[in-house]
Nanobody, 124 residues
Framework: QVQLVESGGGLVQAGGSLRLSCAASGRTFSGVGMGWFRQAPGNEREFVAAINWSASSIIYADSVKGRFTISRDNAKKTLYLQMNSLKPEDTAVYYC?????????????????WGQGTQVTVSS
């Protein structure tokens, strides 16, 4: 089992920044791929970014490329998402997720464990 707890969400003006954190507990964190997803009201959950176990392979959705940065600290068992130049369309509940394999993935179905989510609201 892996337990994931997100934090760092909030209300920010367009152009601002937020840093999300995801604290993991339970089985080995350092050996699994991790991802960030988001879901806006009425929309399906969508991929944001993913990182493999060693942080040597990272992928981003086109909509956030160049603005968001995913990272991880295996010693602290924590996943991060630095979000810069935020836009109103970034408003959503953000979820972190963990796989049971070492690679990251853009597919929701590839992730076994999910956090409860943290709300990010970007005002125009």
């Amino acid at each position: 089992q892996v337990q994931l707890v997100e934090s760092g969400g909030g209300l920010v003006q367009a152009g601002g920044s937020l840093r999300l954190s995801c604290a993991a507990s339970g089985r080995t964190f350092s050996g699994v791929g991790m991802g960030w997803f988001r879901q806006a009201p009425g929309n399906e959950r969508e991929f944001v970014a993913a990182i493999n176990w060693s942080a040597s392979s990272i992928i981003y959705a086109d909509s956030v490329k160049g603005r968001f940065t995913i990272s991880r600290d295996n010693a602290k068992k924590t996943l991060y998402l630095q979000m810069n130049s935020l836009k109103p369309e970034d408003t959503a509940v953000y979820y972190c997720a963990a796989r049971t394999y070492g690679n990251g993935s853009y597919q929701v179905a590839e992730y076994r464990y999910w956090g409860q989510g943290t709300q990010v609201t970007v005002s125009s």
